[in-house]
C-alpha cells in the first residue's frame, strides 16, 4: 500500500521539468520504477527497495526539483537504494558466517576447519556492487542475479528471458569483465581454482569501494 506521504507529493513540482506525461503520473513511475529496481534484486526485496526509493524522493524533493536530469535523479537514488540493499544483505552473511564459526568450536584462526572457509563472492558484495554497476547493463545485470543474489543460472535465465547457454555466456564475459576493473584498482588474492580468497585496494586507484 502506498505510504501517505508519497500521494501528497505536489506534483506541480515535477511540470517545471518538462517530462512527459506518463512520467507525470506517479503510479505509473513507480511501477517503472520497480521494474527497473527487479533488474538487480530479487522479487522479495524489490518492493521494499522500491518503497525506500519514493521515501527518499519525498525527503528530498528540492534536489529533485532543482536537478538538471530528473530521471537520472532518480534512477540514482534507485540505485544508492539497491547498492545499501546488498550491503546489508552482505553485513548479515558474515555476520551469520561468524556465528556459524563459533558454533564449530573454534575462532577465525582456530586452524584447517576456519581456513577452508573462503567467502563467497556475496561477502565481497560492498566492494564488486559499484564494479558491476559499471560493466555493460547485459552483465551487470546477470552478474548480480547469480553472483550477489545467489540464484541458480536457470533462474537467473528464465528471470532475463535468455536460454541457459545465454545467460552462461553472459555470466563468462561479465566475470571476465569484472576481473579486469577489480585487477586496476585492487590486489587480488586467489586459490588454485581461481576462486577470490582476499583483496586490498591499490592505493593509487579508486574504485569506489565503500570498505
Request: hydrophobic share 40%; net charge positive.
Amino acid at each position: 500500500m502506498t505510504d501517505p506521504a508519497i500521494r501528497r507529493v505536489d506534483r506541480h513540482d515535477m511540470d517545471r521539468h518538462d517530462m512527459n506525461r506518463d512520467e507525470l503520473d506517479w503510479d505509473a513511475f513507480k511501477a517503472r520504477l520497480l521494474r527497473f529496481v527487479r533488474r538487480y534484486v530479487g522479487p522479495s526485496d524489490a518492493e521494499e527497495v522500491t518503497g525506500e526509493v519514493l521515501l527518499r524522493l519525498v525527503r528530498h524533493r528540492d534536489a529533485l526539483s532543482n536537478a538538471r536530469d530528473p530521471l537520472a535523479y532518480m534512477h540514482g537514488v534507485a540505485r544508492n537504494a539497491i547498492t545499501d540493499l546488498h550491503r546489508r544483505r552482505a553485513a548479515e552473511r558474515r555476520t551469520m558466517e561468524g556465528a556459524a564459526i563459533l558454533d564449530a568450536g573454534g575462532g577465525a584462526d582456530s586452524g584447517p576447519a576456519a581456513d577452508s572457509e573462503f567467502p563467497p563472492a556475496q561477502t565481497l558484495a560492498p566492494c564488486l556492487i559499484p564494479l558491476i554497476r559499471g560493466l555493460p547493463i547485459r552483465y551487470a545485470e546477470a552478474l548480480m542475479l547469480t553472483d550477489i543474489e545467489g540464484l541458480t543460472r536457470e533462474a537467473a535465465a528464465r528471470r532475463l528471458g535468455l536460454s541457459y547457454s545465454g545467460l552462461r555466456s553472459r555470466v563468462q564475459r561479465g566475470r571476465a569483465l569484472l576481473k579486469h576493473a577489480l585487477l586496476r584498482c585492487c590486489q587480488v588474492e586467489t586459490n588454485r581454482r581461481g576462486d577470490i580468497l582476499d583483496y586490498r585496494p591499490v592505493e593509487t586507484r579508486r574504485c569506489g569501494c565503500a570498505l
